[in-house]
C-alpha cells in the first residue's frame, strides 16, 4: 500500500527565506504528483502537477521537483511571504485513479 | 471556470436526522470522490465513483452513501448522521487518464449535535 510522509510537519521561518519542503513515497509505480495548498479550514488548491515522466515544474516562485526511482519531491518557495503561510500537501495518483496524500506542513512566514 | 462546487459550505444538524451534501463538477470528469478531513488523521477516502452508476467504498464508508446519476453530480448522503461524523468533508474529480490532476471542491463544515 502506497504510503506518502512529509517532512518536515511545521517550519516557521523569517520573511524572504528560500525553503525546501520534502515528500517520499514508497511505492515509485505512479501516474503523478500533486502539490496542493490548504489554508486553515478552507479547500485545497492545486498547485503543481508534475507527471512520472517529469522531473520538474514551475510556477511563480514554486518550483517542484520529482525524483521517482528514489520516492521523492521536493516543493522549493523561493523569497517566502506572509501570504505563504498555510499548510501544504503533497498527493501521489496511482493505480486506480488513487490519490494518497502525505501528512502535510504547516509553514508559517514570519514578517 | 473550471471547479467543483459543494454545497452547503456550512452546516449544523442533529444526530439522525438525514442530509445531503451536494457536489457538482463543469469538467466532464469521469472520476468523483468524496474525501473527510480530521486532525491528526489527515484525508480519508469515503466514497469514489469511476463513471455513471459506478460507486465503490473507500478507507471509511461506514454511515454514508452516494450516488451517481449523472456524470457532473455526486452527493453524499448521511442517512442518521451521528457526532463522530462531524468533520470537514471534501468532494473531488479528476478525468480517468493518467496524466490527469485532481480538483477540489471548497469543503463543507459539518456539526452533528
Excluded at chain 1, 500533486?34 to 518550483?63: A, V
Excluded at chain 1, 526511482?69 to 499548510?87: E, N, V
Excluded at chain 2, 471534501?90 to 485532481?102: D, E, K, N, R
Aim: hydrophobic content about 30%.
Amino acid at each position: 500500500k502506497q504510503e506518502v510522509t512529509q517532512i518536515p510537519a511545521a517550519l516557521s521561518v523569517p520573511e524572504g527565506e528560500n525553503l525546501v519542503l520534502n515528500c517520499s513515497f514508497t511505492d515509485s509505480a505512479i501516474y503523478n504528483l500533486q502539490w496542493f495548498r490548504q489554508d486553515p479550514g478552507k479547500g485545497l488548491t492545486s498547485l503543481l502537477l508534475i507527471q512520472s515522466s517529469q522531473r520538474e515544474q514551475t510556477s511563480g516562485r514554486l518550483n517542484a521537483s520529482l525524483d521517482k526511482s528514489s520516492g521523492r519531491s521536493t516543493l522549493y518557495i523561493a523569497a517566502s511571504q506572509p501570504g505563504d503561510s498555510a499548510t501544504y500537501l503533497c498527493a501521489v495518483k496511482g493505480a486506480g485513479n488513487m490519490l494518497t496524500f502525505g501528512g502535510g506542513t504547516r509553514l508559517m512566514v514570519k514578517p | 471556470e473550471a471547479q467543483v462546487t459543494q454545497n452547503p459550505r456550512y452546516l449544523i444538524t442533529v444526530t439522525g436526522k438525514k442530509l445531503t451534501v451536494t457536489c457538482s463538477q463543469n469538467m466532464n470528469h469521469e472520476y468523483m470522490s468524496w474525501y473527510r478531513q480530521d486532525p491528526g488523521l489527515g484525508l480519508r477516502q469515503i466514497y469514489y465513483s469511476m463513471n455513471v452508476e459506478v460507486t465503490d467504498k473507500g478507507d471509511v464508508p461506514e454511515g454514508y452513501k452516494v450516488s451517481r446519476k449523472e456524470k457532473r453530480n455526486f452527493p453524499l448522503i448521511l442517512e442518521s448522521p451521528s457526532p463522530n461524523q462531524t468533520s470537514l468533508y471534501f468532494c473531488a474529480s479528476s478525468p480517468l487518464t493518467s496524466a490527469g490532476g485532481y480538483t477540489f471542491g471548497s469543503g463543507t463544515r459539518l456539526t452533528v449535535v
